[in-house]
């Protein structure tokens, strides 16, 4: 690849336009193009893959000159061919047609004879990414239009349309709804919304009415869960439970862990709820003993 001489522009080869023609149909069905226009991702995909082939390192601009000047060239290919039956194409997709009929061409627009003396290369890949894009004036144009008008023709540059709609999308404007019209005999009627007259509450007031709200919401989940816990207490399977009653042995401090009479009242709580609900009855630690006592053979003091 090279640059021409005293200019930024970079002259491309049929092989290397082809590569990037390729990388950028890659891309594509990747779903790495948005209305024409390439990801971020894709771009440096493109670049990098360019620069791994052929050792050139190049900004993303000069890609995007190549494919509008490709574009531009495709759009020329659909005016010479637009309306014209019994084609011939070379197999790289240029049109392979006789002189006679490059000559009517030329009569039609003197601009046609560049792309005779040089076919376009990779037309067919153009075909590919382009076939969709719209171009200014070149559908229904005919030989009675003149060259002027096809040479007034441009081809739109997509990336650069579609990357300034992206940036700088249209703003949408609004028409208000006119007033309705007014009866001959009554007053004029307006639709337009009126202001509403009702003082909206301070923000320290409506930050004090969430408080409240959610103070009130909490002391009522404390209240039904305390009501929930005193049902399940109150029940006859649960407070007479092994459990509860093996904690109140637990509390006695009089009754030694592992003792005789420890082991002897386990065994006894153990063995029927009523065996727990008697020993749970008694309101005092005293009386819980002595009830063990009697009913084990054993003594706190064993």
């Known amino acids: 690849m090279a640059s021409d001489p005293g200019s930024d522009t970079v002259l491309w080869s049929d092989e290397q336009t082809r590569f990037v023609l390729q990388l950028r149909i890659e891309e594509e069905l990747k779903g790495n193009v948005k209305n024409k226009v390439l990801h971020e991702t894709a771009r440096k995909t493109i670049a990098d893959k360019f620069y791994d082939t052929y050792g050139v390192r190049h900004p993303w601009i000069k890609f995007r000159n190549k494919f509008n000047s490709c574009k531009k060239q495709y759009g020329a290919m659909k005016r010479l061919t637009h309306n014209r039956t019994g084609l011939g194409y070379h197999p790289d997709g240029s049109i392979d047609m006789s002189d006679d009929w490059w000559e009517q061409r030329c009569k039609e627009w003197p601009g046609a004879r560049k792309y005779k003396d040089k076919p376009v290369a990779n037309a067919d890949l153009m075909k590919q990414i382009f076939s969709g894009v719209h171009e200014s004036g070149a559908e229904g144009w005919s030989a ?7 040479d007034n023709m441009e081809v739109e540059n997509d990336d650069a349309a579609s990357e300034a709609r992206q940036t700088n999308p249209p703003a949408r404007h609004t028409n208000p709804e006119p007033d309705a019209p007014s009866s001959s005999n009554g007053p004029r009627v307006s639709n337009a919304p009126r202001a509403s007259t009702v003082p909206k509450p301070s ?31 109150s029940h006859p399977d649960l407070s007479c439970s092994q459990l509860k009653a093996m904690s109140v042995l637990h509390s006695l401090s009089s009754i030694r862990m592992w003792s005789p009479l420890y082991k002897a009242a386990y065994k006894h709580l153990r063995e029927a709820a009523t065996n727990r609900q008697t020993f749970l009855s008694y309101e005092d630690d005293e009386n819980k003993i002595i009830y063990l006592e009697e009913e084990t053979g054993e003594s706190r003091y064993a």
Not at 144 to 150: D, P, R, S, V
Not at 210 to 224: E, G, K, T
């Open 144 to 150: 009675q239009q003149g060259e002027n008008e096809l």
């Open 203 to 233: 923000r320290k007031r409506r930050a004090e009415q969430a408080a409240y709200v959610m103070r009130s919401s909490l002391q009522s989940r404390d209240d039904i869960l305390s009501h929930k816990n005193h049902l399940i207490e």
